[in-house]
């Protein structure tokens, strides 16, 4: 009696393999998809590596108007000008803050 090995077709390529060769899709586990187009969709994307690109936050003091840039990595509770805690924040709205620009401090 022959052994019939069972082969699944592929969602990515349309190839079919036996089911060692096959694995669910991480991003979709409804498909199935051959350690080929596995390997080929865990290799790095050049989207990622965009996005490693540092990114600066802008801090506002409500207590005394003052306005300065850190990267996103550093955590800062305290204004540097006036010393006080609490008071600093990332307004995202640059409308306000760009009129006075020209105070603004640049790492
Ligand atoms: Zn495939
Ligand atoms: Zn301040």
Redesign the pocket.
């Known amino acids: 009696m022959k052994n019939k090995e069972v082969k699944v077709k592929?969602f990515?390529?349309?190839?079919k393999y036996l089911t060692s060769q096959m694995r669910y899709d991480p991003t979709n586990p409804k498909n199935i998809?051959?350690m080929?187009?596995l390997d080929r969709k865990s290799q790095p994307s050049k989207k990622q590596k965009q996005e490693k690109k540092p990114e600066n936050i802008r801090y506002y003091c409500v207590k005394c108007n003052f306005k300065f840039l850190r990267k996103k990595s550093q955590k800062i509770t305290s204004c540097p000008y006036c010393g006080k805690q609490g008071t600093l924040t990332t307004k995202t709205d640059a409308n306000s803050l760009l009129k006075t620009a020209g105070q603004e401090f640049k790492p």
């Open positions: 592929c990515k390529c349309g190839n998809v051959c080929s187009c």
